[in-house]
Structures are given as structure tokens and as C-alpha cells.
């Protein structure tokens, strides 16, 4: 099993349609995660940090579910600009080696 | 505010030419520095990270070889570079806390020729 996963998608919604996407982690220590957003041909950028009791940043809203070692990114009213890769990112707790696993991530295409 | 600069962008090389890539982060000190690439439409791996000067893990077993000369600066290095090393490079620095993000440079993209 990946210690990451993700469904690759693509997930081709309209616009202002809402879209989750779900991200499983096998690490039961793991503890951070993060959704990151990349753009075809550009680096990973940073979304947004997942909290424990759920966060919400304008149209985006984490969730984490620890029972089930799961997190979650809700898109709410969908941009064109929203297209682009999710990666899901999970933080296994080490401060120095590879904390950080990525999963490979959701690609997303906003369709007008 | 912390920034992280990669060079080059693009570079295209020949079979067997050597490579230099690097990466310097302003803003911050001690931080975790990383090497990733990214095959086309694949997903991220880790190739080096970084915790001080001098040291360096390898997460896999390859024909490139990183550096850590000064505090804020990361070296992606090969002596002979193979087909198969064309991808997007990219450096990433993260504070060395238990929880905290990676931050990713610009990237450079190596196509060997």
C-alpha cells in the first residue's frame, strides 16, 4: 500500500460546481498534512495546512479524519483558475529526514 | 520574508556532460533544504535533503550527488548525465520544526539530449 494516496482524476467539472477530493495516508503517527496546488510545468505551492478540527480559507475548506486516515479539500463555486494538480502532503512527524510524503496527486480541470 | 532561488530554468545538456544546479534560500538560517524531481506526469521524488552544512542523505541510489557548502545553499551535482536524468528539478526548504511546510524553488527544467 502507498503511504500516500490519491485519486488521479482528472475530476472535469463546471464552473461554480463544487469538487472534493479525498487524500488516504497509511501512517497512523503521521502528524501534519497539507494540500499543495501545482500548476502544469511550475513548482508545488502551498494551499493550505490541514487542522485537526477542520479549516477553511475562502472557497477551500480541509478536513482531517484521523479514524479513518483520511483528509479531505472541498472547491466550493469552482474558478477556471482553480484548474490545475492537488497534492495531497502528509508530515510523518521527523523533524530532519523525509517527513514529507507526497501523494501523486488530483488533477483538477474547471470547464466554462 | 523568505525566498528560495533556483538557476537555471531551463538547461538542456548532452549525454554524458556534467550538471551543476543550484539553490540558495535568503531569510532564514538552519534550514532543512531538499532536492526533488518530477518526471512528465509523474509524482514527486526525493533525491537529497539537508539538515547542516556537509550533510547529506540520499533517499535514492543514482548518478547525481548533492552539497551543502554554506548554510543556505544546496548543490545538485552530476559527473556524467544519463537519458533518464532529464525531469523538473526542484529544491525545497522547510523550517526545522516537526510540523512545518516545505516551501519549493522555481524549478529547473533538464532535458538530456
Known amino acids: 500500500r502507498k503511504e500516500v494516496e490519491q485519486d488521479p482524476g482528472p475530476f472535469n467539472v463546471p464552473e461554480g460546481a463544487t469538487v472534493a477530493f479525498n487524500c488516504t495516508y497509511s501512517n497512523s503517527a503521521s502528524q501534519s498534512f497539507f494540500w499543495y496546488r501545482q500548476d502544469c510545468r511550475k513548482e508545488p505551492k502551498l494551499l493550505m495546512s490541514?487542522?485537526?478540527s477542520g479549516n477553511e480559507d475562502g472557497r477551500f475548506t480541509a478536513q482531517l479524519n484521523r479514524a479513518s486516515q483520511y483528509i479531505s479539500l472541498l472547491i466550493r463555486d469552482s474558478k477556471l483558475s482553480d484548474s490545475a494538480t492537488y497534492l495531497c502532503v502528509v508530515n510523518g512527524g521527523d523533524t530532519g529526514r523525509r517527513a514529507l510524503t507526497f501523494g501523486s496527486g488530483t488533477r483538477l480541470q474547471v470547464q466554462p | 520574508s523568505q525566498t528560495i532561488h533556483q538557476w537555471p530554468a531551463t538547461l538542456v545538456q548532452p549525454v554524458g556532460s556534467p550538471l551543476s544546479l543550484e539553490c540558495t534560500v535568503e531569510g532564514t538560517s538552519n534550514p532543512n533544504l531538499y532536492w526533488y524531481r518530477q518526471a512528465a506526469g509523474r509524482g514527486l521524488q526525493l533525491l537529497f535533503y539537508s539538515v547542516g552544512i556537509g550533510q547529506i542523505s540520499s533517499e535514492v541510489p543514482q548518478n547525481l550527488s548533492a552539497s551543502r557548502p554554506q548554510d543556505r545553499q544546496f548543490i545538485l551535482s552530476s559527473k556524467k548525465l544519463l537519458l533518464s536524468d532529464s525531469g523538473f528539478y526542484l529544491c525545497?526548504?522547510?523550517?526545522?520544526?516537526?510540523?512545518?511546510?516545505?516551501?519549493f524553488g522555481n524549478g529547473t527544467r533538464l532535458t538530456v539530449t
Open positions: 490541514v487542522y485537526s
Open positions: 525545497a526548504w522547510r523550517v526545522r520544526t516537526a510540523n512545518s511546510p516545505l516551501h
